[in-house]
């Protein structure tokens, strides 16, 4: 056993230092003037002494290995730099746009969780029969749906025709509203992204649990279940979802990760205040620090979320261990 978690470590060492190392290079490699990248548009403006001195600040005058160096110092001490657009310190940034993608993600995990478990536990349970077949092609033409144009569809019809909800931001601009009126002013902005990342998350929970359930049910154990007198219902609970939820468990935890990433599109398309959206806006100013810290926090979530489905597995498939 000491083996294996020595061995898994070294497995997460080794993507860190791979990940902080791209992050690192990737901006140096790219062609260009790299302070085109720092000041935008108005490099052609400054003068020698200006870049002279924007290089000494980011440090690009040093050896590449010292910049390496202090790279990976920044990291550990937490310090992400500064915005080259606003001058604000780039981890304020982000602790104040990480709780808007949490609120998202979140939600789209406990709904997309819900319904993907149900619907593919009955859809594996009744298979090939009249609720198996719909639910399927349902879940596979929900899941090729392109995110953007289901978020511009539900502003259309909720926002627009309908005017049940806000189209745009997490909060009404310029209300100060408190206690429950704050909440609820959240969540009527926060539903229709929340739908939508649902909406497109959810067939993925619903075909791993099905293909978790198909698997399970062609097991001895279920056959003997069965031949022993076990009613359908404890056959279905006790045996055959309780040993088929590990692998969904994990396809959550993953999920979860890269909604991170994933919500850049959809909160580009409802205006709204996460990190999806402040890359998107980091991209559009060219401010590079605030990019690469957002992939870095990316990485991260995905490396935590690894992690956990780690640590989970063997509790939810007791097999694991012995293996």
Known sequence: MKRLDL???GQYVIVIIVAVTLNFALPRLMPGNPLALIAGVDVGLLTAEERAQI???VGLNEPILNQYADYWVSIATGDLGQSYRSG???KDIIAERLPWTLLLAGGALIISSFFGIILGAISAWRRGGKADVPLLTGMIALQSLPSFWLGMLL???FAVNLGLLPSFGAI?????YEGWEYFKDVLEHA???IVTLSVLSTPGVYLTMRYSMLEVLGEDFIRTARAKGASERRVLFGHVTRNAIAPVVTFLAIRFAFSFGGAVIIETVFSYPGLGRLVFEAVSGRDFPVMQASFLVFTAAVLIANLIADLLYPILDPRTRAA
């Open 55 to 57: 290089i000494e600040d």
């Open 191 to 193: 539903i229709l992204p």
């Open 88 to 90: 604000r310190p780039i």
């Open 155 to 157: 502003i259309s019809v």
């Open 7 to 9: 061995s898994k470590l």
């Open 172 to 176: 009404s601009p310029a209300a100060n």
